[in-house]
């Protein structure tokens, strides 16, 4: 994309910027063609490009420039500079660039009288403006004012300080007197004393200094006071070639006269070690020149003759000295004293030393150098030989060995010696430099003082190759005047634009609080690093670089790294431990820590200050009196340098914080020291390191100028008519300014004051203080603007009060509203705590009710609880009806009341949680010893059930087994049967047989019986006798006896005679009952107790047969002792079983049994008979029938009522269905109480029923 060439300044290494046109623009920069030919074409980025505006034409203000940014600013120094005019403002700003040459008539009187009382911008730009100013801000803010100077060296702040003291003098001190010129005076003494010549200014000053012009109440001078700071002491000692000492010693050696420099054995700078390695040359002019004696000039004076410099002349300068030292009061002696210890500084440094070589190692002055040992002596008035003494050895106090606090002498080792040496040279320097001020000081009253006008002249940011403490504390300074910069111009110009609500944009600068901190802070400064290095035993410059960089550098800021950190080769050849590198608000310096040390403690040792404090001279001995005796304190509390500039610094700070300030900022245009050459980049770089491009963004928004609206009344009103004079000053401003046509952008009314935009107020003052014509005018055009004001203003006023009408009538009623609301307060505020009491109380009644809903569900202490709880609600209604009644309780009671009802509340509440908890914790525990017993129920159950399935299967098995075992039975039974009927068939042969054989046998017997019988009674007849005995009747009973259903059958009677043949071993025919029954009970026999069985209800059959045959028929169904299908079964003839019965000895039987008796239209009610067989004999029995008490029976116990026949006999084992499982039976038996079942040899003997013994014996 082309542009319409538009021209701008392009940032350029060289010469800061250069002029080019815009040839495409390129995103963030912008290829350009500069307008000179031989800088080449360049992309640039737009941070360095900047409008140019016309580059030729020059303003007094930078801030009237059409743009207003670095470049403009710059190109408006330079052109300005080659018109010769050095000055030029940034707002109130004064910028000067060091002409290096007389301006004609810059400074004339003339120029002084047109300057006085003439407002900044009235006039070209002039550092006498400047103190105008600064006496008219004193004058109209009754407030003392500070200018600061500030530059680089060379700049030409020394001169423009001479010229605003000048300026002061001049005009102010005209009834002074002498005070006036000893304020001049001071600055050829102290420029004698402490400025030099440096390869940047051939008067530098190597010292910084606040001299303040004091005022009378009536503005007049009526003194004045210097401060000084940071005398450079190295240059006593040594100074690079180009360079000199302080002027005072070539005053000496080229101006003195000859008498005293006899006295004071002063030649020429060769001789000295002090001079002879720098430059040796005077400063002269051609008349001067001629008065200097050969044996007065250096080598290089005679070579290359003597140095030129427009104010400078070293035997001119010597006379001006004398002059002005006499005027600030000092006696001919003082100044030969003066001078005498100048001159011994020159011959101590001349006293060398060599080894001594000796077994102390220590050494001694050398041969060459007594003569200027003694001349240094008797000059500073001490005795050689002690002088000699305290040079080379050291007084040291024992602390170990010996009587401790002994003084003893430590020798010391040549170089020790010379740094002995150059440290007092140094001392008697810089407190005689310290004794001059103080004498300038005691000259000047300044007790009539009521404001001053202090002038600060000190170096400015300084950074050379190698930086040493001198330029640390130099910058720490300037970090510190930047700060107070930014401050005072930044800082409070936006406070006081937001203060006077002028809406101007916030402007941002760099805050360098964090580089001050970094070497200033207490615990953490490198100052206090330093300090702490030089109290070790061993102090060390390695270790203290170290330290620093340990504490400080990875700072956040990164302000401090290491030397390699720097840009610049030579720095980066220094090792970490030599040096540090730190980031000023101006740029980065490297500073070369080696002699940190040395020059932070300027103490002398201990011999040495001794020495000197006895004196034979009154000077020496002043010099060392007044000031803080170092070496006393000891080294762990001795003042060091930088702790003492930090101070001063501090209260140089403070003072210039309480006045006015006004800011010169010095420019050297280029480092030839020439005039009518200036370098560009070199004034850019000063320009950015001074500060004054941030004011420029601030003033691109601000109103520089301003004044209080009553200033420029009082100003102005004297112009004015007195129909003027009237007005408020606001209104009087406020007609003024706009009666002028000013345009709106160019000033703001403020708050207490107007602001105007740079240069406006100078030309609004220029038309103030025009002629009178003009003046007619505009006093019209005031009066105009007053009257058309004060209409719209009736106007507006009738409207303001139709309004104030309806706002009294609105504020009337919202007064009804307050007072309502206020009156409603104040009966709150008096009873509200009653009311809030009660209500706070009451809502305890809500706790109660909470209380009362948790008490049904307690189960213990119910009624206590609900006796606590109505107890608590009567407190409650007590307390309400206390405070309802009480109309003057206090807020106080009814807290307590309050608290000791919530505490009373809460108390009862967490008896009655506790309780509730207690409870559910009981409920909790019962539930789950509850849950567990179900589960554990539920187990039983299970496992019962699983039991129960189990016994099932068992009965099914059992069951099937019985089944299998009745049908074997069966089988058996059939097999059986067949054989029986066989066998019966056999038997019925043989019964009928034998019944044949036995009727014959009876019939015989008969006959036998009858055929006795006759014999008998024949005998008796013949009394004669009969021979043989009567025939035999066999034992059983005859077939015929047997008649109906009780008499046994044959086949039973058989098997009976089989059993009892098979059993022959027991005959038990003869046994009774009881013995029988007692064998079942208790005999282990099992064969005997069988057979025991067999017999007793052998014997039980016969009884029951014979109780049958002899009951009545009626009650015989009654004493059924079992079912009639059992008993019929019995009828059936049968063998018997052979061998055992199958399956177990014990069985279970269940029949259906319905009671006879009971007939038929009753319905039949059909009962259950059970039976358990033990073998073959019953040995429990029961009966059960709905409608009955259950019948049970025991063998042993019951006999006569249970059923008497065997199991074979009942024929149960074959009817089907009829044998049960044990557990049916046990089951029936235990429902209905049964006693535990004995086997028949567990039970009890002699417990048969009466019953039982009606059949013993049968
Ligand atoms: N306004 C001036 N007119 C003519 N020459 C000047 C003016 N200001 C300074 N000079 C010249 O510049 C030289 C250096 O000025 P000055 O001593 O004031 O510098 P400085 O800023 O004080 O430097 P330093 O910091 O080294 O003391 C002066 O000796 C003088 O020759
Ligand atoms: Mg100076």
Not at 860 to 874: G, H, M, V, Y
Request: charged share 30%; glycine share 6%.
């Amino acid at each position: 994309m082309t542009m319409d060439k538009q021209l701008v300044w392009v940032r350029d290494p060289s010469e800061g910027f250069v002029l080019a046109r815009i040839h495409e623009l390129m995103g963030e920069e912008a290829d350009v063609f500069p307008l000179d030919n031989k800088h080449p074409r360049r992309v640039c980025s737009f941070d360095d490009i900047f409008p140019a505006g016309d580059p030729a034409k020059d303003v007094d203000d930078n801030c009237e420039l059409m743009f207003l940014n670095e470049a403009t600013l710059l190109n408006n120094i330079l052109t300005r500079y080659k018109k010769s005019k050095i000055y030029t403002y940034v707002a109130n700003i004064l910028l000067a660039v060091n002409p290096y040459e007389d301006i004609p008539d810059m400074y004339s009187p003339t120029t002084i009288k047109k300057y006085q009382g003439r407002s900044l911008g009235e006039l070209p730009p002039h550092v006498f403006a400047i103190a105008d100013k600064s006496f008219r801000d004193m004058k109209a803010l009754k407030q003392s004012q500070s200018i600061i100077v500030s530059g680089e060296s060379g700049a030409g702040k020394t001169e423009s300080t001479k010229y605003i003291l000048k300026y002061l003098c001049d005009l102010w001190a005209k009834g002074a007197g002498p005070v006036e010129q000893k304020i001049l005076d001071a600055n050829p003494i102290l420029e004698a004393f402490g400025n030099a010549k440096t390869t940047r200014n051939n008067n530098s000053s190597r010292f910084g200094k606040f001299m303040e012009v004091h005022f009378s109440n009536k503005y007049q001078v009526v003194g004045g006071h210097i401060s000084h700071y940071l005398l450079e002491k190295s240059r006593i000692c040594t100074q690079s070639a180009e360079e000199r000492n302080y002027h005072v010693f070539y005053l000496l050696c080229a101006g003195a006269p000859q008498e005293l420099r006899s006295a004071l054995k002063i030649t020429k700078p060769d001789d000295y070690l002090y001079l002879k390695n720098g430059c040796t040359q005077y400063f002269t002019s051609a008349q001067s020149e001629k008065k200097i004696n050969a044996n007065q000039k250096g080598k290089q004076q005679q070579a290359k003759g003597g140095l030129r410099d427009p104010i400078l002349d070293d035997v001119e300068d010597f006379q001006r000295l004398h002059q002005a030292l006499s005027r600030v009061g000092l006696s001919e002696a003082e100044k030969k004293s003066v001078y005498s210890v100048v001159a011994a500084v020159l011959h101590l440094g001349n006293v060398e030393f060599e080894e001594e070589g000796g077994a102390r190692g220590g050494c001694r002055v050398s041969p060459d150098s007594e003569a200027s040992l003694a001349t240094a002596a008797s000059l500073l008035g001490v005795d050689p030989g002690e002088l000699r003494m305290a040079l080379v050895s050291r007084l040291m106090q024992s602390s170990r060995g010996g009587m401790k606090g002994t003084a003893i002498m430590v020798p010391l080792k040549t170089y020790e010696a010379s740094s002995a040496r150059d440290a007092l040279a140094k001392a008697v320097y810089s407190r005689l430099f310290d004794y001059i001020v103080r004498r300038i000081n005691d000259s000047i009253p300044s007790s009539a003082s009521a404001y001053y006008i202090g002038v600060l002249d000190i170096a400015g940011f300084e950074y050379f190759q190698m930086n040493s403490f001198e330029q640390f504390c130099i910058n720490y300074c300037n970090e510190k005047l930047q700060q107070f910069f930014n401050e005072r111009i930044l800082k409070n110009e936006q406070e006081l634009y937001r203060r006077e609500g002028l809406n101007v944009p916030e402007i941002r600068f760099v805050d360098n609080q964090d580089c001050i901190d970094l070497i200033e802070s207490k615990n953490h400064g490198i100052f206090h690093i330093l300090d702490e290095e030089s109290k070790l035993p061993k102090p060390d410059y390695g270790h203290f670089t170290n330290a620093v960089h340990k504490e400080l550098s990875g700072n956040a800021s990164t302000r401090l790294q290491v030397p390699r950190a720097s840009r610049l080769k030579a720095h980066r050849t220094l090792r970490d431990h030599e040096g540090f590198l730190l980031r000023h608000f101006a740029g980065a310096v490297c500073y070369n820590t080696n002699q940190f040390i040395e020059k932070n403690n300027d103490a002398l040792h201990a011999s040495l200050e001794f020495l000197v404090q006895e004196s034979g001279s009154a000077l020496v001995q002043q010099l060392f009196e007044t000031v803080d005796n170092n070496n006393a304190k000891g080294k762990l509390n001795f003042i060091s340098v930088g702790a003492k500039f930090q101070t001063q610094l501090a209260q140089l700070m403070d003072k210039l914080k309480e006045n006015g300030t006004n800011f010169v900022r010095c420019i050297k245009p280029n480092s030839r020291m020439v005039g009518r050459e200036i370098e560009g980049s070199l004034v850019l770089t000063q320009l950015q390191c001074s500060g004054t491009i941030a004011v420029l963004a601030l003033m691109e928004h601000g109103f520089p100028s301003r004044a209080p609206f009553a200033e420029l009344h009082t100003m102005y009103k004297a112009y004015l008519p007195p129909k003027l004079h009237t007005l408020t000053p606001k209104v009087f401003c406020q007609a003024i300014v706009h009666s002028f046509g000013l345009s709106d952008k160019d000033y703001k009314f403020g708050v207490t004051r107007v602001f105007f935009r740079p240069g406006k107020y100078s030309e609004f003052d220029t038309i103030m203080k025009s002629d009178p014509e003009n003046l007619k005018a505009i006093v019209d055009s005031v009066l105009a603007w007053l009257v058309k004001s004060r209409w719209r203003r009736s106007i507006f006023s009738a409207l303001s009060i139709i309004k104030l009408k309806n706002k009294i009538l609105y504020r009337r009623q919202c007064l009804v509203t307050v007072q309502t609301a206020v009156r409603g307060y104040l009966v709150r505020r008096q009873h509200q705590p009653r009311y809030r009491g009660i209500a706070k109380i009451k809502t305890l009644e809500n706790n109660l009710k909470e209380m009362d809903s948790v008490i049904p569900q307690l189960k213990k202490e119910k009624d206590n609880a609900k006796r606590n709880i109505d107890n608590l609600r009567n407190s409650i209604r007590g307390a309400c009806t206390t405070i309802k009644t009480n109309p003057r309780i206090s807020r106080t009671d009814i807290d307590q009341l309050y608290t000791k009802l919530t505490k009373d509340v809460e108390m009862q509440m967490a008896a009655l949680q506790k309780a509730m908890v207690d409870q559910k914790n009981r409920e909790e525990q019962e539930r789950l010893r509850r849950l567990e017993a179900e589960m554990r129920a539920a187990e039983e159950a299970k496992r019962l059930e699983q039991e129960r399935i189990k016994q099932e299967e068992e009965h099914r098995r059992l069951k099937a087994e019985m089944e299998a075992r009745r049908k074997a039975e069966e089988a058996e039974r059939l097999r059986q049967e067949e054989q029986d009927r066989i066998a019966a068939v056999k038997l019925q042969q043989q019964m009928e047989q034998a019944a044949r054989a036995d009727q014959e046998n009876r019939d015989r017997l008969e006959q036998e019986r009858r055929d006795h019988e006759m014999a008998v009674r024949l005998a008796k007849e013949t009394n004669g006798h009969v021979e043989g005995s009567p025939p035999q009747l066999r034992s059983f009973p005859s077939m015929e006896s047997m008649n109906g259903e009780n008499k046994l059958n044959r086949s039973e009677r058989v098997r009976m005679q089989q059993a009892m043949q098979g059993k022959q071993k027991h005959d038990l025919s003869k046994w009774k009952y009881s013995e029988l029954r007692d064998t079942i009970n208790t005999s282990c026999d099992i064969e005997l107790l069988e057979a025991c069985r067999h017999e007793f209800h052998r014997r039980l059959k016969v009884y029951h047969a014979w109780k049958a045959k002899n009951a009545r028929k009626s009650t015989m169904a009654e004493q059924e002792r079992a079912p009639q299908s059992i008993m019929d079964a019995a009828k059936t003839p049968r063998l018997p079983q052979k061998g055992e019965i199958l399956g177990a000895r014990h069985r279970y039987f269940r029949i259906p049994f319905v009671r006879p008796g009971v007939s038929a239209g009753e319905g039949e009610r059909r009962g259950w008979w059970y039976a358990h067989f033990d073998g073959q004999y019953v040995a429990r029995q029961m009966e059960l029938h709905p409608d009955k008490t259950p019948v049970l029976l025991q063998a042993g116990v019951d006999d006569m009522q249970m059923c008497e026949l065997s199991l074979e006999e009942t024929g149960l084992t074959r009817k089907r269905g009829a044998e049960i499982l044990e557990h049916e039976f046990e089951r029936e038996w235990a429902r209905h109480h049964g006693p535990a079942y004995a086997p028949p040899h567990a039970r009890p003997s002699n417990h048969l029923s009466p019953n039982s013994k009606a059949i013993a014996g049968k």
